[in-house]
């Protein structure tokens, strides 16, 4: 049985990325953000741009950085693999509709203008929506675990955290970061974000932590995202007869 990969890069391996190194990665996580919210795209195909660049910019950054190692990051993907894309998307799912309700029962919740607009789309319309969806879920991914490295490799190597520590610090900070990301989109409310976003992000997390993939990640992600953009489409489109 072979080991468990280590996480790339806070300890040298397969490279190691200096202090600046993250600052750059950290700087490229925040201009692909930026490439995402700001670039003007309505339809597809000009919809890809803002979602291609906002995960091709950071691992460009990370491949200036360690050059042909910046595949680190991913791993295989097979049957076993897909089963956990499966698994942690499941838990994903029941965990964050767990805390929607706690949130929605201490007080009111902002919809998702995204979630909502594909209500009223043909099928069409939704699956050309989806498309562009399929680079940005990995860019997201990039936004969190490429920071949960970094964190972790702060906390370990120049605050003398451990690495059980180093990783709690890591995985909260990041899902705080990924959380606050959202904010504009759910009209600022903090408790939605933190709470439902939040907690879809630990999970999501724990699926890299645990797998040391971020193919099995972002799989996750997108299962649990497209689980909600299907059920919203489906919702609207059933016969008022039949609901």
């Not at 925040?30 to 000009?46: D, K, M, Q, S």
């Not at 043909?122 to 699956?127: D, L, N, P, R």
């Not at 949960?148 to 490799?153: E, H, K, P, R």
């Amino acid at each position: 049985m072979t080991a468990r990969a280590d996480f790339p890069y806070c300890d040298g391996h397969p490279v190691p990325i200096t202090g600046r190194g993250w600052v750059l990665l950290m700087l490229s996580v925040a201009v692909a953000f930026t490439a995402l919210i700001t670039i003007p795209a309505e339809t597809f195909p000009a919809t890809l741009v803002p979602a291609s660049l906002f995960a091709a910019i950071p691992l460009l950054a990370l491949a200036h950085l360690t050059k042909r190692h910046w595949t680190a990051l991913f791993g295989p993907v097979g049957l076993k693999q897909v089963g956990q894309m499966f698994l942690f998307g499941i838990l994903a799912i029941i965990a964050s509709l767990a805390a929607g309700v706690t949130v929605y029962l201490l007080g009111s919740v902002a919809s998702n203008p995204v979630v909502a607009g594909m209500g009223a789309m043909s099928g069409t319309a939704f699956v050309l929506r989806l498309i562009p969806t399929l680079p940005q879920l990995l860019g997201e991914e990039l936004l969190s675990i490429l920071p949960f490295l970094a964190l972790l490799w702060l906390a370990t190597s120049h605050l003398g955290l451990s690495r059980t520590a180093g990783i709690a610090v890591a995985l909260l900070g990041s899902s705080f970061l990924f959380a606050a990301a959202h904010l504009p989109t759910y009209d600022w409310h903090w408790a939605q974000c933190l709470g439902v976003i939040g907690t879809a992000r630990v999970i999501l997390t724990l699926s890299y932590i645990w797998t040391r993939n971020l193919w099995v990640s972002t799989g996750a992600h997108i299962i649990n995202d497209w689980s909600e953009f299907t059920f919203a489409f489906a919702a609207s489109h059933v016969p008022i007869g039949t609901r």
